[in-house]
């Protein structure tokens, strides 16, 4: 007599089979990245990097004086159309 298949059995072999086909899909999925990483991408080299870097710096102080120039600008005309009230 073969054994009876329940709900809770089948469940079990679906969550099974499921989680290989996830582990598979993953695996895949991290072997294709790391083959794209060395061979397919172009990394730039130290000087461009370097000169990269340098304008981010760059263009972060610039916009951090502007955005603080603009805080100053609107604290001292808010405080005076306040004070003005008084």
């Known amino acids: 007599m073969p054994p009876k298949t329940t709900a809770a059995s089948a469940a079990v072999v679906l969550t099974h089979q499921t ?11 991290f072997r294709e990245t790391s083959e794209e990483m060395r061979y ?4 730039p080299s130290l000087e461009e ?6 304008l981010v710096l ?15 600008v609107f604290s001292k005309s808010l405080e005076a ?4 009230f008084r």
Request: aromatic share 12%; hydrophobic share 50%.
């Open 81 to 84: 159309f306040y004070t003005s």
């Open 49 to 54: 990097l370097q000169k990269s870097a340098g």
């Open 40 to 43: 397919k991408v172009t990394w």
């Open 58 to 72: 760059i263009g972060s102080l610039l916009f951090a004086a502007v955005v603080g120039v603009m805080d100053v």
């Open 19 to 29: 989680g290989a086909t996830i582990m598979s899909k993953l695996t895949n999925y």
